[in-house]
C-alpha cells in the first residue's frame, strides 16, 4: 500500500514539469499567432493605401 502511495506521488511530481512546460508551449504559440496576425494586418493597410493611390 505505502509503495503504490509513493509511485503515485513521484509520478505526479514528474508530471508537474511536463504540464508546465505544454503550458509555455501553449503560451508561446498563442502570442507568436498575436505578433503574426497583427504584423499581417498592418501589412494589409499598407497593400489597400498603395492601391488606392494607384502605386504599384
Do not use: K
Request: charged fraction near 20%; hydrophobic fraction near 65%; charge should be positive.
Amino acid at each position: 500500500m505505502l509503495v503504490a502511495r509513493r509511485r503515485g506521488e513521484r509520478a505526479f511530481v514528474m508530471m508537474l514539469p511536463i504540464i508546465a512546460a505544454a503550458f509555455a508551449l501553449l503560451l508561446g504559440a498563442i502570442g507568436l499567432y498575436g505578433v503574426i496576425s497583427s504584423a499581417v494586418v498592418q501589412r494589409r493597410r499598407e497593400i489597400a493605401i498603395l492601391m488606392a493611390i494607384g502605386a504599384e
